[in-house]
Every structure is written in structure tokens, then in C-alpha cells.
């Protein structure tokens, strides 16, 4: 499920819910880490790319664990393309 919203006064929030594997606290730590992946197939850049680009826009991306399995990754974005402080 993916949902959006605004977040404070000038920040856009999404949010994007994965219900699949269950997720502890120690892997959500992993999760962004470059050649991090639960995957056989994984390569490990997605998120640790997507962390990148975000961050360089002035956002936020993060994880945190979804009940009662999965993960819950949400970033936020200034509305008007500057960072905000």
C-alpha cells in the first residue's frame, strides 16, 4: 500500500507499507547499508541509491517495522524543493 501527505507546514510525506517478510529490528538496521539484501537474486543498491537521492533533495528516508510482518519505509520531501532546516 502506498500512501502520501503532507508532514509539518512544508514537508510532503510517503509512506509505502510491504507486508511480506517479517522484519526484526536488526535487519531494519541493514536495510539502507550498500550490498545490504534478504534477496537470492538482490543486489543491495535500491535503497541505499534511494537514501542517497532523497538525502541530496533535503528529505528523509527510514524504515520501521510493519505488525504483523513486513516494513513500513516512509520519506519526506520539502513541497517546495528546498531543504528544509
Known amino acids: 500500500m502506498v500512501s502520501s501527505g503532507t ?8 509512506a509505502v507499507v510491504d507486508a511480506g517478510r517479517e ?12 550490498f545490504y539484501t534478504t534477496k ?14 532523497i538525502e541530496a533533495h533535503g528529505g528523509r528516508l527510514w524504515a520501521t517495522r510493519h505488525s504483523p ?3 513500513i519505509l ?3 520531501l520539502a513541497a517546495d524543493g528546498e531543504k528544509v532546516s
Do not use: N
Not at 7 to 14: F, I
Not at 23 to 34: P, Q
Open 7 to 14: 508532514h509539518g507546514s512544508y514537508e510532503v510525506l510517503v
Open 23 to 34: 522484519r526484526d529490528s536488526k535487519s531494519l538496521e541493514h536495510l539502507f547499508e550498500a
Open 40 to 53: 537470492p537474486e538482490g543486489m543491495g543498491m535500491g535503497l541505499a541509491i534511494s537514501r542517497s537521492i
Open 69 to 71: 510482518q513486513g516494513a
Open 74 to 76: 516512509q520519506c519526506t
